[in-house]
């Protein structure tokens, strides 16, 4: 289960910000997206995973392959740890939940509620929501935000085994992840041109 | 979408849900109306099914923006989203929880409150049919119009004013029964002009909340 883009444009806001992105994610690969803040790759992933339009070009994936994770983790505070990613695995249609909380290590958590952990602890939450979804294709938008290097370990570690099981993974990130077989992809030379602004345009200027 | 209704159930029911919100509002409204217009009981009498229903819609608005907002600061309608549930059925549920939950419980205390302001015996069961019909209307335009504005900060008064003239058609038949009721007056008609406005609503809204929410999420 794969993912084909072909010469996609995406537009944040109405301007575009990336044209021409083209690459292709094989089962059992993974790639990490590079590039200086507001180049556009949260918008590129958003756009692969469905949530917004591309301007022109084409996203080939099944969208019922693809699980995505933004900068906000969707953990509702009031829920525990353990109720929060019951729902999620319910939604997705699965029952398992021991597998994800063992590969972010929550087994000491799950009966807090979520309201109360640490920064980098909701954040494994969120991870080890990747896992209960049962989807072959990650779209992440900054995985390792607030993580500890243990953390980040953890995180590469799941991500690995994702990989080997058949599973692909769209990273967006800064740092270094510990995953030397991804393959890197700057986003920055699809940097787009500053649209000229034509006469239409101009009577509202 | 079971897994969804039980978690905004649950959700409403713990701490700093928003459960009791509307039906203490309601409760509010009810119990300071008869110190504003004076205890005169026929007075009272005449205007309850008014009253009742006024409160009634003006709790259900009260709590309106949390329907979507909540899911939407915390990222988790973004997850929704890409989940294997259909938009239309997600709003779906958001509008049927927010029923049971706010809804709901005006139609079961409404009764009560309708003691406190002397409602006149053969205007109970008009009273709760009406409100039973009307309120699943309100959650399902509210959430159309949470859908509308679930991306603005402080969207409340937008959400205020884009849902109010919708809900004026469902106060205007949904007391009038009420009303004709009280005056053991044949109420066939406002019945079913409010039942028609409410299976008409829970029917096309979805799509078009499902649509707006679509593009507030780009």
Known sequence: MGLNVSDLTIARGGVKVLEGVSFALDQGHAIVLRGPNGIGKTTLLRTVAGLQPPVSGQVDADPDSIVYAGHSDGIKATLSVAENLEFWAQVFGNTDILTAVAAFQLENLVTRPAGGLSAGQKRRLGLARLLVTGRPVWILDEPTVSLDADAVAMFADAVRGHLRGGGSALIATHIELGLPEAHVLEVGPYRAKPAEADDFDEAFL | ?218
């Open chain 2, 1 to 218: 979408m079971i897994a969804l209704l039980i978690r905004d159930l649950r959700l409403a029911m713990r701490a700093g849900g928003g459960f009791g919100l509307g039906l203490a509002f309601f409760l509010i409204v009810v119990t300071l109306v008869p110190f504003a217009v004076g205890p005169q009981s026929d007075l009272l009498a005449r205007i309850a099914s008014g009253i009742l229903w006024l409160g009634a819609l003006l709790s259900c608005l009260l709590s309106l923006d949390r329907i979507l907002a909540l899911d939407w600061e915390d990222g988790s309608l973004d997850l929704l989203a890409t989940a294997p549930l259909p938009m239309e059925a997600i709003v779906t549920i958001k509008a049927l929880a927010h029923w049971l939950t706010t809804g709901l419980p005006l139609v079961l205390a409404a009764p009560v409150f309708g003691l406190l302001l002397s409602l006149p015996a053969p205007g109970y069961m008009p009273l709760i049919v009406s409100l039973l019909l009307g309120t699943p209307a309100l959650s399902v335009i509210g959430t159309f119009g949470a859908a509308l504005t679930v991306g603005l900060k402080r969207g409340g008064l937008l959400l205020s004013l884009l849902v109010l003239p919708l809900y004026v058609p469902i106060l205007i038949f949904g007391a009038e029964m009420a009303r004709r009721g009280v005056d053991g007056l044949d109420y066939t008609t406002p019945l079913l002009m409010l039942a028609g406005i409410t299976c008409g609503t829970i029917a096309l809204l979805p799509f078009a909340s499902a649509a707006g929410l679509k593009v507030n999420l780009r």
